[in-house]
């Protein structure tokens, strides 16, 4: 494939939509930031519609959020602004936060891998600005690698697995026969998954590698009747970060057992399929915008305009300082439309949120579970709790840590 | 000239629909009849109001959910989302006897107090459609927030109150210029109204809030709020829904969805003096004419509470079809 820098600004701004109240005397605006060469977005994987992956850019999302502040920030005096940077790599798209933080801009809608998300709050330490995390899941951004002014509104691999887990137990399928990928981020989703297996009481009875491939040599790796061969379990999980093995596993497996985890029954943000508090209407608007059903990656987006938009307009409009403030105290009631109030967790600044367990049409179950409990906020029984936590934040001079 | 039967019957029926819009109060008939919306059913079934047996299940277009009589109490207006139109019920033969279409996916709607409009809003395009019962078309739309919900026509006919979901507030719209006079910043996700007798406070509940918001109508600001806290329930299972208040306005009963209770709140001193359990989600709520009897409809049990407002104490659940919405009671 031919590289293409294709550097991309799109401002889109709501201007006063309401028609009335005071005139928008102040533009807050947000910045949205994705590589062009991300391989999450690749045509043939977009096409695939793997369940958990992205159906396309998450962009959208974010466009819809912004259409539906109209009204609040006309009242609160606040016009925002909306601007689209497709960067070639991770040190352009911190050239670019850097730029924009200099004009004024101070949040940032970052669809990115990982290890850029990592990077650029790495090396945007201690500035005004905070950085949403739309897409990287990965445990490590919410443990070790954490930073105050990263805030992840996609949950971890560990949120996604404890509701996993928590759905395995209350089925009584304890006992799961787990087949691995190969690559770096499958062993991180076996691990979140291995943490959940242990805090739920899961038993796994064998962790057995796959490959993609038809090679008759590596068939006890690429075939999916004899991996789940030779073993009694209740459940396979497929612990496959991108979703192409995974498909082919729940009708080649070897005895008539249900399979979760990456193909049958999977962890998800976000469904097309959810009826409840209002997302067929967020659903249809979504489809009207981007022309295609809106996944767990695109709710990221949108709500991640929505954070911004509430807490500028519970603040009166209010400086970064101040947004910043109540968008990290537990006074903020974000509504992701999933039946919760949602907000920010004060050690790790991991939104909390439910998390559905969904088939390719349908949303079978809402984590947390119910019976699933906990001291402060149920929700919280999914991912790192306060005493899991690793993160420390590290505050320099005059800024608070949290 | 010749005219098809089909065409004079239809005429007929309109003729008829507009002698009973025009002839008023004479053709209240008192049935006593409760009437509930049931989502998933598309019917509204009749109950008896002493026996709670049915009496009729009414099929209507799809997805019914709010519910209103005309003045006269001659007709039913039935809010159908998914059929993308509002039916309408007469409550003499217990049948659909026509359809209004007032734009994509009604939701709720109030009349004018003269009965003439009808305010619906439309969940999917962030409208207020304002539909002329007499002449029987939109004559307007009026762009609010994403996911309008409730709506309430000020019995002294100047204002329409709207609220959006998603944008957080209450939209006050000026009938006569039908444009926005305000926009009033509420609690998270604001569904339903109460207008004090008085007419000098409205009331909203915010169900993500967990609260009721309380604006005054004078300055269209919010005056004060009113939060709940039934026992053993946490802040998000607390998501008040339905509102509704004795005609003397002493009294607001107000549904607290998730949290299976009806709070009972003293108007005057905003004081919570009773929370009345009830079967699961409870939305929708009615006082019975002597305000005797609350009537709240059940969302996730599928069944109706009936309250007797003395004691405070349901006196029966009567099944009423999957998921009731709304509940009216014709006496």
């Not at chain 1, 309401?18 to 910045?31: E, L, P, Q, T, W």
């Not at chain 1, 073993?231 to 496959?240: E, K, Q, T």
């Not at chain 1, 537990?330 to 039946?339: N, R, Y």
């Not at chain 2, 039908?178 to 009033?184: D, G, M, Q």
Request: glycine content about 8%.
């Amino acid at each position: 494939m031919a590289m293409r820098y294709r550097f991309l600004l799109l401002a889109v701004a709501v201007w006063l939509a309401a028609g009335i109240g005071h005139a928008a005397d102040r533009v807050v605006s947000m910045a949205y930031v994705e590589l062009d060469d991300d391989p999450r977005y690749h045509e043939k994987q977009m096409e695939a519609r793997f369940p958990g992956q992205p159906w396309g850019r998450p962009y959208a999302g974010a466009e819809v959020a912004l259409k539906e502040a109209r009204f609040a920030g006309s009242a609160a005096g606040v016009a925002f602004e909306l601007t689209h940077h497709r960067e070639a790599d991770v040190q352009a798209a911190l050239t670019t936060v850097e730029r924009l933080t200099g004009e004024g801009v101070n949040y940032f809608l970052l669809d990115l891998p990982g290890a850029a998300v990592a990077e650029i709050a790495r090396r945007t330490r201690g500035r005004e600005l905070l950085l949403f995390n739309l897409s990287a899941l990965d445990d490590g951004l919410r443990q070790s690698e954490c930073q105050a002014q990263l805030l992840h509104v996609a949950p971890s691999y560990a949120m996604l697995m404890d509701a996993m887990g928590q759905f395995l137990v209350a089925r009584k399928w304890r006992e799961v026969l787990v087949l691995k990928g190969p690559n770096p981020e499958d062993a991180e989703l076996l691990a979140a998954f291995q943490r959940s297996a242990a805090r739920f009481g899961l038993k796994i009875e064998a962790v057995r590698p796959f490959v993609l491939g038809r090679d008759p040599r590596q068939r006890s790796q690429n075939n999916v009747a004899l991996l789940t061969a030779g073993a009694d379990y209740d459940v396979v999980f497929v612990a496959d970060a991108t979703g192409e093995f995974a498909r082919d596993v729940p009708y080649q497996i070897q005895k008539p057992r249900p399979v979760v985890g990456a193909a049958g029954l999977v962890p998800e943000w976000w469904h097309w399929a959810w009826e409840r508090h209002g997302a067929p209407q967020l659903n249809g608007r979504f489809l009207k915008a981007a022309k295609r059903p809106m996944t767990g990656y695109d709710w990221s987006a949108w709500i991640g305009v929505k954070a911004v938009v509430e807490s500028v307009v519970r603040t009166g409009g209010g400086d970064f300082q101040q947004v910043r403030d109540y968008m990290l105290s537990d006074a903020l009631v974000l509504d992701g439309f999933k039946g919760h109030r949602l907000g920010f967790r004060a050690w790790d600044h991991q939104l909390r949120q439910p998390v559905f367990l969904t088939t390719l049409n349908w949303v079978v179950a809402r984590a947390p579970l119910e019976g699933f409990l906990h001291q402060t906020n149920n929700l919280d029984t999914l991912g790192f709790d306060e005493q899991d936590s690793r993160c420390r934040f590290q505050a320099p001079a005059g800024l608070k840590g949290s | 000239m010749r005219r098809t039967p089909i065409l004079s019957t239809a005429t007929a029926l309109v003729v008829g629909l507009l002698c009973q819009l025009a002839a008023g109060p004479l053709l209240a008939r008192d049935t006593g009849y409760l009437f509930v919306s049931s989502e998933k059913d598309h019917v509204v079934t009749v109950l008896d109001g002493k026996t709670y047996e049915k009496v009729k299940v009414i099929k209507t277009a799809q997805r019914p959910r709010g519910l209103k009589f005309s003045p006269d109490h001659s007709l039913l207006y039935v809010a159908c989302g998914d059929g993308d139109a509002i039916d309408v019920i007469d409550i003499a033969r217990l049948e659909v006897v026509g359809q209004l279409d007032v734009g994509e996916d009604p939701e709720r709607f109030d009349l004018s107090p003269d009965g003439r409009y009808l305010y619906a809003t439309n969940e999917d395009d962030g409208l207020l459609t304002i539909f002329d019962l007499k002449q029987k078309q939109i004559v307007a739309e009026v762009e609010v927030g994403e996911e309008p919900e409730g709506v309430l026509a000020n019995p002294d006919g100047r204002t329409v109150y709207v609220t959006s979901e998603v944008a957080n507030m209450v939209h006050v719209v000026d009938v006569e210029t039908r444009t926005l006079k305000a926009n009033v910043l509420v609690g998270n996700r604001p569904r339903r109204f109460a207008l004090t007798p008085d007419g000098k406070e409205l009331w909203v509940s915010n169900e993500l809030s967990g609260s009721v918001s309380i604006i005054d109508t004078q300055d269209n600001r919010v005056k004060d709020e009113i939060r709940f806290e039934p026992k053993g329930f946490r802040p998000d299972d607390i998501t008040p829904v339905g509102l509704t208040m004795t005609r003397d306005g002493s009294t607001a009963y107000i549904t607290l969805g998730g949290a299976n209770h009806v709070a009972v709140v003293e108007v005057a001193s905003r004081k919570v003096k009773d929370y009345v359990l009830v079967g699961q989600r409870p939305w929708g709520l009615t006082l019975s004419r002597d305000e005797q009897t609350l009537y709240v409809t059940n969302g996730k049990s599928d069944d109706l509470s009936v309250i007797d407002t003395n004691s405070l104490k349901v006196q029966r659940s009567v099944p009423v079809g999957r998921v009731p919405y709304t509940v009216r009671v014709d006496d």
